[in-house]
Every structure is written in structure tokens, then in C-alpha cells.
């Protein structure tokens, strides 16, 4: 059974940080694509980082360039995003996505607020 397990959300000060962590098992993590995705109330789902099978390279949405890390880990079947200086504008439900050709799956999301 497949499953993509996101933790490390919570409430955090404007400025401050949090680490993302997905734990996906039950298909080939060392073959799939990883991404982080979010979505806040009202708005659609956007695509913020992401970072092919072997991690050779990362690509992040602009308005999280120089704040937030996406890693992978193939040996614990982890994926990671490191969050920096949050802004309010942070503030989603923050999914993990595993992709490989036509085949997609998705985490359950965890919430991340940022609020002083």
C-alpha cells in the first residue's frame, strides 16, 4: 500500500523556521520525482519545490527562492523541505507529491501557520 506521510507542521513566528519531513513507502521512492505542494484557503494548489529521483538538481516556486530547501534521503525513502524566515503568506496546508511518468501520489498534507 502506498503512503506518503507528511509531519513537522505547525505554528511558527513570523521569521522562524520548520522542517517538512515526508515518509513515503510501498512503491520505488529511488524512482519517482518529489515535490512539495500547498495550498491556501481560497487559493489553488501551487507547486513550491521539487527534486528529481536522484536529487541532482532542485527547483523552487520564486517566492520561496533563497528560503526554503527541498533534500531526499533514497536510503530512508524521506523527502525534506526546509523552511526559513516564513512569511504570513507561508501559511498552507503543505503536501508532499511522488511522481513518475503518468503515475502520482500525494500525501495527506500537514498545516503550517505562521502568526505572531
Known amino acids: 500500500q502506498v503512503q506518503l506521510v507528511e509531519s513537522g507542521g505547525g505554528l511558527v513566528q513570523p521569521g522562524g523556521s520548520l522542517r517538512l519531513s515526508c515518509a513515503a513507502s510501498?512503491?520505488?521512492?529511488?524512482?519517482?520525482?518529489m515535490s512539495w505542494y500547498r495550498q491556501a484557503p481560497g487559493k489553488e494548489r501551487e507547486l513550491v519545490a521539487a527534486i528529481p529521483s536522484n536529487g541532482a538538481n532542485t527547483n523552487y516556486v520564486g517566492s520561496v527562492k533563497g528560503r526554503f530547501t527541498i533534500s531526499r534521503d533514497n536510503a530512508k525513502n524521506t523527502v525534506s523541505l526546509q523552511m526559513n524566515s516564513l512569511k504570513p503568506e507561508d501559511k498552507a496546508v503543505y503536501y508532499c507529491y511522488a511522481a513518475r511518468a503518468w503515475i502520482g501520489y500525494w500525501g495527506q498534507g500537514t498545516q503550517v501557520t505562521v502568526s505572531s
Open positions: 510501498g512503491f520505488s521512492f529511488n524512482t519517482y520525482a
